[in-house]
Structure formats: structure tokens, C-alpha cells
T-cell receptor
């Protein structure tokens, strides 16, 4: 079974400071890893993904994430936070073991608040 | 990406009734999915909607409660049957635009309240 853990319910950061939203995962095979953002009363927006290749993945709105296989982590980062980044962030994993499962398993979400 | 619309955007329904949620995509996609997001919770996959075949349901979800139709490659419906207050959730459809690419794109969701 696959699972995702987001250890922080909420992250507060001052505008202009770097931000990190943590995610660890568990899969039996090779992971596909994703970050999504959900603004209030909106659906989820895809930010970035890791499938293979470079461990540092760049995505939308200046976000990036680093895949660390030994620590089974995929933390989301941004060098300089904006107030408009305040939202709910979800990490998700898919176990690409070749069995054809398309199921995305989501973490419980981390609320990011950027303080002006 | 894809542009995904859902109808209705929200509804308040009485216990024991049923609601059908529509999901429309602006391009043909093979894989469509239905998720539930309960208040303050993460997303849980209900089922995968396959065109031309029965939907594939996840553990804890059954066809009698959540019947799904997928008449073509751009449209799907999810019905929430015999509703109870525990069914109050946001229901989201999603699509995998490029099969095998991994990422899914989500509709805006349908906020359902059952009284």
C-alpha cells in the first residue's frame, strides 16, 4: 500500500522568507510524486511532479521540490514567499509499479500562511 | 492541461434523496476519476470512470451508493444516492490528460450539504 505523510498541519512564514512544506512517502515500487495547491473554494491545481531524472524539480509559480530517495521525502520549497502563496498544499504519490494502478494517494494537507 | 467544469457547484439536499454531479472536460481523455474531500480532510478516491466499461470502485465505496456513468471521452456523472448527512463533502472529478504522465487535473468541485 502507498501512503503520504505531511507532518505539519500549518506552516507560517514571513513574506520574502524561504518556505518549506514537508512530505514523506511510502510505496513498494517506484514513486511518482506530486504537489498540488488548493485555494479557498477552488479545486486543486497541479504544481509539479517528479517521475525520474533530476532530483530537483521546478514547477509553477516559482515552486520547486527535491526528491530524496534515501529519506523518502519530497519537500516543497520556494526561495521567497508571497502573501498570495497562502493556501492549502497537498502532496500525492502514485506507485508506478507497472500494475496499471492510477490511484493517487494524497497527504492530509498543509495550510501555508504567508504573513505580510 | 485541461479545462474541467462541474455542475452543480454546490447544493443543499435532504436526507434520503439523490444528487447527480456532472463533469465535463474540454478534450477527450481516457481516464476520469471521482474523489471526495470531507470537511478539513484530504482527498479520497471513490472510483475510476472508464469509457465503455463499468467504473472501478475503491475499497469502502460501492456502485449502489455512488453509481457512475461515462458515456463518452469528455463527460461523466457521479450520483450520490440515498444521501445522509455523512455524505456532506466536496466531490471532485479529475482527469489524466496524457495517459501515463501521472498528473491529474481537477475540476472546481461540487460542495454538497445534506440536511
Amino acid at each position: 500500500a502507498q501512503s503520504v505523510a505531511q507532518p505539519e498541519d500549518q506552516v507560517n512564514v514571513a513574506e520574502g522568507n524561504p518556505l518549506t512544506v514537508k512530505c514523506t512517502y511510502s510505496v513498494s515500487g517506484n514513486p511518482y510524486l506530486f504537489w498540488y495547491v488548493q485555494y479557498p473554494n477552488r479545486g486543486l491545481q497541479f504544481l509539479l511532479k517528479y517521475i525520474t531524472g533530476d532530483n530537483l524539480v521546478k514547477g509553477s509559480y516559482g515552486f520547486e521540490a527535491e526528491f530524496n530517495k534515501s529519506q523518502t521525502s519530497f519537500h516543497l520549497k520556494k526561495p521567497s514567499a508571497l502573501v498570495s502563496d497562502s493556501a492549502l498544499y497537498f502532496c500525492a504519490v502514485r506507485d508506478f509499479s507497472g500494475a496499471g494502478s492510477y490511484q493517487l494517494t494524497f497527504g492530509k494537507g498543509t495550510k501555508l500562511s504567508v504573513i505580510p | 492541461s485541461a479545462v474541467i467544469s462541474q455542475k452543480p457547484s454546490r447544493d443543499i439536499c435532504q436526507r434520503g434523496t439523490s444528487l447527480t454531479i456532472q463533469c465535463q472536460v474540454d478534450s477527450q481523455v481516457t481516464m476520469m476519476f471521482w474523489y471526495r474531500q470531507q470537511p478539513g480532510q484530504s482527498l479520497t478516491l471513490i472510483a475510476t470512470a472508464n469509457q465503455g466499461s463499468e467504473a472501478t470502485y475503491e475499497s469502502g465505496f460501492v456502485i449502489d451508493k455512488f453509481p457512475i456513468s461515462r458515456p463518452n471521452l469528455t463527460f461523466s456523472t457521479l450520483t450520490v444516492s440515498n444521501m445522509s448527512p455523512e455524505d456532506s463533502s466536496i466531490y471532485l472529478c479529475s482527469v489524466e490528460v496524457i495517459q501515463g504522465a501521472g498528473e491529474q487535473y481537477f475540476g472546481p468541485g461540487t460542495r454538497l450539504t445534506v440536511t
